[in-house]
């Protein structure tokens, strides 16, 4: 079996889906018998540990072009090649997998290109759901990836619309359609929260991630205002957004000014037995994002046999199929979205979207995942 590090940009305690990836395949993988290691870059959070697979956290610098910023890289440089030098020695990687490219793409392509060990690059969309937008602003992240992309054994993508994406970092189209393809996956027998939260609406749909402007929670909060000034959703049926992040404000003062105040939910970051139980109680789980790259969170919706409203605007639209297992809908058209939300007042349409999406949310799970994972290691170890 082939030893593997994970070199992920973002790892726990953060919560986000390049950390939930990389936590179910190191653990998948481990279970296979492959020795694994993940490596993230340094964010100065408390670390944390996986059972049986060493979890590291390494400096990452990055050169800028201002005279000070190249002074800080140039002092912080040696030390971070070493704890990089000690980590490649210290787990003896056969494959070296970046997941999701930030500051820890340049560096685990040098180290292990000079070790001779492939390098797997792991799109996760990244190049366009990044909030500071740093493939666009930033020419020396545009060129790492390239350089990367250049380098690499393999890549992978979490959907054929993030693959397709890295054209702009200089893959030809024959290159593009070579990438493998490795979703996400949903754990079937995730906990759940044994109490349900005193705040949660008897009634309600759900929204569900970080607070950011590509999420398009906003875009929900104005649909599902259209459709209770239209009557097309029951009075009762309040709208959960459950999660964190800088936009949580605005969508108070957006509720606000909509006359939602009384209707919406706004808990903050729920803790994952929360997520389930939550999720589970929901009328419906609405996605509504100006643009997903796959969109782990359609996964919990299925998984949980509750009809998946999802953005058509990107990858979730390889998971789910329309008027099938979920509704797929333009969330920048407002009028469609609160359609959409009307749709489901029928509690028959509710019951055949929510059991079709059970069922397929079983060809979603981990270890689907780390079978194409592994077929990836393989051929580029042959």
């Keep these: ?77 040696p030390r971070a090649l070493a704890d990089w030098r000690r980590a490649m020695h210290a787990d003896a990687p056969d494959v070296v997998h970046v997941q999701c490219f930030g500051p820890n793409g340049p560096w685990a392509t040098a180290v292990a290109g000079a070790a001779r060990v492939p390098v797997v690059v792991g799109a996760h969309g990244e190049t366009f759901m990044d909030a500071g937008r740093v493939f666009d602003t930033s020419r020396l992240q545009r060129r790492a990836l390239s350089w990367s992309l250049n380098r690499a054994a393999a890549i992978t993508a979490c959907s054929r619309y993030a693959a397709r994406d890295l054209a702009r970092f200089g893959l030809s ?28 609406p008897a009634r309600y749909l759900l929204g569900l991630g970080r607070l950011v402007q590509v999420k398009g929670f906003d875009l929900l909060l104005r649909a599902y205002a259209v459709a209770r000034e239209r009557g097309t959703v029951d009075d009762d049926l309040h709208l959960v957004v459950a999660g ?50 796959f969109g782990i969170v359609v996964l919990e919706g299925l998984r949980a046999g509750i009809p998946v409203v999802a953005t058509a ?30 749709t489901l007042r029928d509690a028959g349409i509710r019951e055949r979207l929510g059991r079709a999406g059970l069922a397929s949310a079983e060809s979603w799970s981990w270890s689907s995942v780390a079978d194409r994972v592994e077929a990836v290691y393989a051929r580029v170890l042959s």
Excluded at 48 to 73: E, K, Q, T
């Design 313 to 342: 605007r990107g990858g979730a639209s390889e998971i789910v199929n329309h008027d099938v297992d979920g509704l797929l809908v333009d969330p920048t058209d407002v009028d469609a979205l609160a359609d959409a939300l009307a």
């Design 244 to 293: 964190d992040g800088p936009e949580r404000p605005a969508l108070a003062a957006l509720a606000a000014e909509l006359g939602l105040a009384g209707h919406v939910v706004l808990p903050g970051a729920l803790a994952r037995p929360d997520v389930v139980a939550v999720t589970a109680r929901a009328e419906a789980l609405v996605v509504p994002s100006r643009v997903e790259a």
């Design 1 to 77: 079996m082939p030893s593997v590090a994970l070199v992920a940009s973002s790892f726990l305690p953060r919560v986000g889906g390049v950390e939930e990836h990389v936590r179910h395949l190191a653990l998948a993988l481990r279970d296979r018998g492959h020795r694994v290691a993940v490596w993230s870059v340094d964010r100065g959070d408390e670390p944390a540990s996986l059972p049986g697979v060493p979890v590291r956290y390494l400096p990452a610098p990055l050169p800028a072009s201002s005279p000070g910023a190249l002074a800080r890289f140039a002092a912080a440089a």
């Design 173 to 200: 189209a024959a290159q593009v359609e070579t990438v493998d393809v490795v979703g996400n996956g949903v754990d079937a027998r995730e906990p759940v929260a044994a109490e349900t939260p005193s705040w949660l």
